[in-house]
Nanobody, 119 residues
Framework: QVQVVESGGGLVQPGGSLRLSCAALGSGLALYVMGWYRQAPGKQRELVAQITSGGSTSYADSVTGRFTITRDNAKNTMYLQMNSLKPEDTAVYYC?????????????WGQGTQVTVSS
């Protein structure tokens, strides 16, 4: 069973940048899709971005052009570089890793890291 641990959240002013990291522990990670989700107060959890071991990526429309997801397979670590942050990006961000054969909701979730964008 793969486990994931996030780090890197915090408080940043609008227009600023943050980088989130997610370390994955386990074997067989080449068959896992990794992704970032977020949940703002009173809203449902939503997919922000995801990446396969081969480097294929997808993004939510709201973050396209501002966020970049990358993955270092040698370190079993995924990153989310967030630039031009907006107050509406404020949320708890969760790392997810799921096997190709199952939906993300059945994968492994991190404990979440708070990102607050405020002046």
């Amino acid at each position: 069973q793969v486990q994931v641990v996030e780090s890197g959240g915090g408080l940043v002013q609008p227009g600023g940048s943050l980088r989130l990291s997610c370390a994955a522990l386990g074997s067989g990670l080449a068959l896992y899709v990794m992704g970032w989700y977020r949940q703002a107060p009173g809203k449902q959890r939503e997919l922000v971005a995801q990446i396969t071991s081969g480097g294929s990526t997808s993004y939510a429309d709201s973050v396209t052009g501002r966020f970049t997801i990358t993955r270092d397979n040698a370190k079993n670590t995924m990153y989310l570089q967030m630039n031009s942050l907006k107050p509406e990006d404020t949320a708890v961000y969760y790392c997810n890793a799921h096997h190709l054969s199952v939906a993300a909701e059945f994968g492994s979730w991190g404990q979440g890291t708070q990102v607050t964008v405020s002046s």
